[in-house]
């Protein structure tokens, strides 16, 4: 009988081996819908996903978040920002992609967080000035890893890594095409 090496929590010859085997499994398509509430606070829903061409319900019920703006913004504090939900979007993907790389390494990671940090100017956003860009001029990630047996070179190396693989990073720092449709309620 094979031997399972569970590491980071990932079952690492699953990781391996399954898309190795099978690169449709790699094809994702993921959703999300929102719904404004009141004032700048909207709700979303994240739920089912395509995954291989066949629709993937193995979550049973939507995640929900809450999302509004900070009382300077005309918010209510009732959930995180749209752009700091951004940030925090990059934080797991750097995460998972440190801890997942980290296990099919041999890499044992015993604590790993990130801190982010954007810098925006809302003028643009606001229509008071289009000399700024309406997005963040600059994010900036720091990453703190406590792992056992590996160097720094070693770790150093995996971030550097883990940037380049990282697919919220690449929508970020490549952009994307993203395509809006209106669609008027009568």
Request: hydrophobic residues 40%.
């Amino acid at each position: 009988m094979a031997s399972v090496t569970v590491r980071n929590g990932i079952d690492v010859p699953a990781l391996l081996e399954t898309i190795e085997a099978k690169p449709e499994l790699a094809e994702f398509t993921f959703r999300a819908s929102t719904s404004w509430q009141q004032g700048t606070a909207s709700t979303a829903q994240i739920g089912a996903f395509v995954h291989a061409g066949d629709e993937d319900e193995s979550r049973t019920e939507p995640f929900t978040l809450e999302g509004d703006e900070p009382p300077v913004l005309l918010g209510r504090n009732e959930g995180p920002n749209a752009v700091e939900l951004l940030l925090a979007a990059l934080g797991f993907c750097y995460s998972v992609g440190y801890v997942a790389n980290a296990a099919a390494r041999g890499i044992e990671i015993e604590q790993m967080s990130y801190e982010l940090e954007g810098d925006i100017d809302l003028r643009n956003f606001l229509g008071i000035s289009q000399e700024e860009r309406p997005g963040f001029s600059e994010i900036r990630a720091v990453a703190h890893v406590k792992a056992v047996g590996a160097s720094e070179a070693e770790l150093k190396q995996l971030c550097s890594y883990v940037q380049e693989t990282s697919p919220v990073r690449d929508v970020l720092a490549n952009g994307v095409p993203v395509k809006t449709t209106l669609e008027v309620v009568a």
